[in-house]
């Protein structure tokens, strides 16, 4: 349908906006030179765009949808980096329909004056004398609020101008200034440092001593102090969160995040120079390498002569068989193409502006992953598979099964649904499966999971999938041959052995074998491995609801789950009672003075139930060694309650 008022690439626009994502961002409009002539922010970017094909009337509007041919959107974590981001962008690409930010205007900074004494205070402006800056913050109530818990924590100078006093003033008396004016103090720059490190997102040492503070106050009784304590650790927590598209760092840098699915990869790039994030691209690839050597071939590629090389390049993590990069080849290209070799860095969890602007990458990617597999499928790939296993059509539906269970406990069934290659999540089911009765017995849960799930497809007359794909050899196969078969369902029917990644077919004497960059293969280990996903998720939701373990559950810290971690780690009391406090902490994932407090629960428990069972001890009976040292263990670490 061609509208009147507006020009054919009307529909392409709105099927465009039709599949934005509702999340916070910016969107940009290009016109047929690939320039950008709009750019906004959005809170919610599909709604917001959407609401521009429901206003045509207006004459911006108009004008826009006239001149535009492409759509396209970054996403950001919140809608203050949108803001940002759209500022920075408009300033960079002066888009025609954009009003014209020209008048400088800046945010807000906190800045830590340079010198013996430092200040710390909000500004406007930037001087390059040594001083630290941090921000920028867009929302004024909410830099008060960071100043006014900084005044609180940190007994810091007030005065402009420093100068030696003979007596210090109002500030030093309600405690808020140490007085170097007229007093020698020892720990003004432990106490710079500290805000520093508050204001740069490193809280966690911060938050430690807050919370200790807060126990002791609320040990004390002094539950108000206690309170107003336990409100600037959450104050602390909140500023915590890095703004990923605006900072005060002048580095340059790239942070570059990826999103695979099958033989399908996205990468995007965010730059950031001078402080200001500069724009994104975004690449897609298909290839059946693994993903370090996609990644690095990428590298390679993006890199040339004619683009700046920046000081710094984050990346994402390498994702799947442990594998990483080879930084010393790399590091090679970059010496002999540009003579300088940058940093190449996988931030730590401390790193919190680095991890968020790597996440925000990293939703750029996925998001227009998820795009491009819905417009372009997997069809080569299938066409491959159909010739590769003897189909009649190509396999466009499959369906894929797995069986989980633990010592014969909680086993269920998992059925997944790929359409053209992509997953079909709507389409995923969970079978608990109800025959064994305790027995382990995985050809028996195939044959009740298959049954129950075709049996219901030809009693609501739906559509049988082109191909079933069973996670096993050849064994598995024939199970689920002779169940379609009792059906009268026929259709393509394979298993996947892991081992040597063999494909068998029902009743064959050898297995088929494709080439290990196939991306007929890397289609069916795609859907193997979401077979394994899937089925471990009701199991284990399974379990969780069954077992309770009060004993662990009691100790402070440790809830549900992390009791439940302990126990499948070690099965019994009387092993967690004789592990090692290092080796429990590390296994479980829990701090070592918690280790010891499980410890120490658990042999209390155990000499309980041992005088339980001897009924009691006589009057006068010592208590055992053993269960007193636990007792103190146990009490000592409650009183620290750091985990």
């Not at 913050?137 to 100068?163: D, S, V, W, Y």
């Not at 104050?235 to 969160?241: D, F, P, R």
């Not at 379609?484 to 298993?495: A, E, F, K, P, Q």
Request: aromatic residues 8%.
């Amino acid at each position: 349908m061609v509208h009147d008022r507006f020009p054919e690439n009307y529909d392409s626009l709105k099927a465009q906006a039709r599949e934005f994502p509702s999340e916070p961002g910016v969107y940009l409009w290009r016109d047929r030179e690939n320039r950008i002539i709009y750019a906004g922010k959005a809170r919610n970017l599909k709604n917001r765009i959407m609401s521009y094909f429901a206003n045509r009337k207006d004459a911006k509007i108009s004008a826009l949808l006239r001149n535009s041919i492409s759509l396209e959107t970054i996403i950001t974590s919140n809608e203050y980096e949108a803001l940002l981001l759209e500022n920075t962008l408009i300033k960079q690409h002066s888009p025609k329909y954009n009003v014209s930010l020209k008048d400088g205007k800046t945010y807000p900074v906190i800045r830590i004056s340079s010198g013996e004494f430092p200040r710390v205070f909000s500004t406007r402006n930037k001087i390059e004398d040594g001083s630290l800056y941090f921000g920028p913050f867009p929302n004024i109530f909410a830099i008060n609020k960071i100043m006014e818990m900084i005044q609180k924590l940190f007994p810091l100078r007030k005065c402009r101008t420093f100068k030696k006093r003979d007596k210090p003033c109002m500030y030093y008396h309600i405690k808020r200034c140490l007085a170097p004016c007229c007093r020698e103090v020892k720990d003004y720059q432990e106490q710079v440092e500290r805000v520093r490190k508050l204001l740069a997102g490193e809280t966690s040492s911060l938050i430690a001593e807050l919370t200790g503070r807060m126990h002791n106050a609320a040990a004390a009784l002094q539950f108000e102090e206690a309170a107003d304590i336990r409100n600037l650790i959450r104050a602390i927590e909140s500023l915590s969160e890095s703004n990923s598209v605006e900072d005060m760092d002048p580095e340059g840098r790239d942070y570059i995040a990826w999103a695979m699915e099958g033989i399908f990869t996205t990468i995007s790039v965010l730059s950031m120079r001078d402080g200001r994030m500069t724009g994104q691209e975004l690449y897609s690839t298909r290839s059946a390498a693994e993903e370090d050597e996609t990644i690095e071939t990428f590298i390679t590629s993006y890199y040339s002569p004619d683009r700046s090389l920046p000081e710094k390049i984050y990346l994402g993590k390498i994702q799947k068989n442990g594998a990483v990069l080879d930084e010393s080849s790399l590091n090679r290209f970059f010496s002999e193409r540009f003579s300088f070799v940058p940093e190449l860095i996988s931030p730590k969890d401390e790193e919190k502006k680095h991890i968020a602007a790597l996440s925000m990458a990293y939703q750029n990617a996925k998001e227009e992953l998820r795009k491009r597999l819905r417009e372009r499928g997997a069809g080569p790939a299938l066409d491959e598979l159909k010739q590769a296993i003897n189909l009649k059509t190509r396999p466009e539906s499959i369906e894929g099964f797995d069986i989980s269970h633990l010592g014969g406990k909680h086993t269920t069934a998992s059925m997944i649904s790929f359409k053209n290659g992509i997953p079909d999540r709507k389409n995923y089911r969970h079978y608990k499966i109800r025959t064994l009765e305790g027995k382990i017995d995985d050809y028996a849960s195939l044959r009740e999971a298959v049954r129950r799930r075709y049996s219901y497809l030809l009693r609501e007359n739906l559509e049988i999938p082109d191909l079933i794909l069973i996670d096993g050899g050849l064994g598995q196969v024939n199970t689920v041959k002779t169940v379609l078969d009792s059906l009268g369902i026929n259709t393509g029917l394979i298993g996947i052995a892991k081992r040597e990644e063999e494909i068998w077919l029902p009743g064959a004497k050898q297995p088929v074998k494709l080439p290990e960059r196939s991306e007929a293969l890397k289609v069916l280990q795609h859907l193997r491995d979401e077979t394994h996903r899937f089925a471990g998720r009701l199991s284990r939701k399974l379990r969780s609801n069954e077992i309770s373990f009060p004993v662990l559950e009691s100790i402070e810290g440790i809830g549900k789950k992390r009791a439940a971690i302990i126990m499948l780690n070690y099965g019994d009391l009387e092993k967690i009672s004789a592990a090692d406090p290092e080796d429990l902490a590390e296994r479980c994932g829990i701090k070592i003075t918690a280790a010891k407090a499980v410890r120490a629960a658990v042999r209390l428990e155990l000499e309980k139930k041992k005088r339980s069972k001897n009924r009691q001890l006589k009057p006068g009976k010592p208590e055992n060694t053993s269960a007193l040292l636990a007792a103190e263990a146990l009490a000592d670490y409650s009183g620290k309650n750091e985990t």
